[in-house]
């Protein structure tokens, strides 16, 4: 974790674009709560093969006008090139200086990955047209990718991204930090050394939870599945719990150096706020690096 101490501490939080009317007045409120908090930058997601790419450029545009730096997703699968490179220019004229290179899922029924497989080759083609205009930040996985064939080629992937031009990385969200510490310390041997920083996922629901986990690969400890199982249909006593196990990870992670938390919010203001009460941050420790 020595390599992640030099690093400037920054905090963010994540949206998805609403689909609705009533999900954009949603979004607006829990803008306007976080922002409260004056985090480093929000970031708005990229659906599958670029299925919200017209929502995704309004919600990244319309949170960006408000005052604070709002970074998009963007993946490369299932995209050409030129797409891509007027994306990146709409995005450079608007002001926007940070964007999460994704390689991206493949939406049920696309056939073709697109002119890029790999966010490698996303981060570099970025790089190539834009030169270093864009902070990119890049996906990095603690408990190793699904789909990876082993985990020795997931830290060859990462260390890919950032031979390619990477800045820094947001990890998959995780609740066994001890997953986090062994990963930074892999890259560390391999002379990796970009901030790495830790996503953080609120437990507010319970179903909910372990069917994003099952789609990504996090692993739901067993003690904390056996405990949100007894509360069954009690969300209070699940909220509860939960803000008090990601709070403690979270403190854990601080104190060994993390360099800032990216909140996955699914749109909630609430759970979020809460932990970030819970750990007292301070305007000395919000400095972006």
């Known amino acids: 974790m020595q390599s992640q101490k030099q690093f400037k501490r920054r905090f963010s939080f994540e949206f998805f674009p609403p689909k609705t009317d009533q999900g954009k007045e949603k979004l607006q409120v829990v803008r306007d709560q976080l922002a409260g908090v004056n985090p480093d930058f929000f970031s708005v997601t990229f659906g599958a093969g670029g299925s919200t790419r017209d929502r995704t450029i309004e919600t990244v545009l319309n949170l960006h006008k408000q005052g604070i730096s709002t970074a998009p997703h963007l993946s490369c699968v299932g995209g050409t090139r030129e797409e891509i490179a007027e994306l990146l220019d709409l995005y450079k004229e608007n002001g926007i200086n940070r964007i999460v290179a994704l390689r991206g899922d493949m939406p049920s029924g696309m056939g073709a990955s697109g002119e890029m497989r790999y966010a490698n080759e996303l981060v570099e083609f970025i ?27 997931d830290l060859k992937n990462f260390a890919r991204k950032v031979e390619a031009g990477a800045n820094s990385a947001i990890t998959q969200y995780f609740f066994n930090p001890e997953s986090y510490f062994y990963f930074i310390d892999r890259l560390e041997k391999m002379g990796v050394t970009i901030p790495v920083v830790p996503g953080i996922m609120p437990i507010v629901n319970f179903s909910s939870l372990v069917r994003f986990s099952d789609m990504c690969g996090a692993e739901i400890p067993r003690w904390i599945r056996k405990q949100l199982e007894a509360y069954g249909d009690d969300s209070v006593s699940i909220r ?7 709070t403690r990870m ?22 979020s706020i809460s932990i970030w009460k819970n750990l007292g941050i301070s305007e000395r420790e919000k400095i972006a690096f």
């Open 127 to 153: 790089r190539q047209h834009s030169g270093d205009h864009f902070n990119l930040e890049v996906a990095a996985y603690p408990e190793f990718h699904p789909q990876a064939r082993n985990a020795e080629e």
């Open 240 to 246: 509860k719990f939960g803000e008090e196990v990601i």
């Open 250 to 271: 979270c403190e854990k992670l601080l104190e060994a150096g993390a360099p800032g938390l990216h909140f996955y919010t699914l749109n909630q203001a609430e759970p």
